[in-house]
């Protein structure tokens, strides 16, 4: 006599392989957004020759044919990189002028770019470096000369207010941002002193240099001319 044993259809092993959880394709926007982080990246570390379309394409999971189609190539990439930072630290130091005293306004903006240098260090060393590309939307002296033109206007005032010659702001103006730039590119790697001391030493001498200018400054050596 034959028993029917009942089976418990839970303890049947199943045929059904593990399914693998599906991949999310990125947007468009989303794919070239993880294309300029990665290129900044490389751009920051290996500078613009040694970086190639391979290692970006490589970097982001996809084919070179990706990078082409957002950037055109490695150099439309690296042009928006530039393009993007150089605006970034624009609106940062103009963005943190807002003091009404002369002196507060030079610290603002001593802190704005190294606010910038301290949140964005791939972003500076970007921009530090010469661009190798004509089509490149910027370089770091025009960045500065940008700079020094917002900051003329406030200059001239205090000339005039002084009795010296308001039309010699932009000369001071694109020295005393130039200062502040080329004290920034050599704290991007000493990083000492502190931030605020760095700031602190920088509006001393450009305050008092301010402070103590002649109306009409003159040589002391023998070239005249």
Known sequence: MMVAVATDSSSTPSNDKPQRPRRTR??????????LEIGRTLFATKG????SVEEIAAKAGVSKPVVYEHFG?????????VDREMRRLLDMVTGSLTAGHPR??????AFALL???EESTDGFRILVRDSPIPQSTGSFASLISDIATKVEDILGREFKSRGFE???????AQALVGMVALTGQWWLDVRRPKKA???AHLVNLAW?????LEPKPRLIGHRKN
């Open 26 to 35: 990125m947007t468009g926007a989303e794919r070239r957004q993880q294309l």
């Open 48 to 51: 613009f020759e040694g970086t």
């Open 73 to 81: 190539g490695k150099e439309g990439l690296y042009a928006v990189v």
């Open 104 to 109: 507060e306004l030079l610290e603002q903006a």
């Open 115 to 117: 606010d910038y240098i």
């Open 166 to 172: 308001p039309k010699l702001a932009p000369l001071y």
């Open 197 to 199: 001391e760095v700031a």
């Open 208 to 212: 008092h240099g301010l402070d103590g």
